[in-house]
């Protein structure tokens, strides 16, 4: 069986985690300890909350694959597959070349192409 490549990794050291007390019913414990948690990837902008569970592990996990599910972090994932893993600037800058680009002028009601060859 061949070895598989990870293409990249996100892991939770590359989010921002955030505690809070998770308020609402469920009695005095839940006002006092700090088990919900909020998960926010920077680079996607995708959060994940979870405030069920006592366990403030359990929240983390929660929390972090809920973060994975949101429709922002599936569109991220999309672009670094796609574009393996280019930086933005690296990006532009094949986008912005010659045979990437097309101009056109008008000529009283028509758009045309303008042909530099």
Known sequence: MPKKEHVFSVTIKDCEVQDFSAGGPGGQHQNTSNTGIRIIHHPSGARGESREERSQLMNKRRAFRRMTEHA??????????????????????KDMQDNNLRIEIKDGKQWKVVDDG
């Open 72 to 93: 922002l972090f599936k569109l991220w994932v999309n672009r670094q597959l796609w574009f393996k893993g280019e930086s933005p600037e690296q990006r532009v800058e």
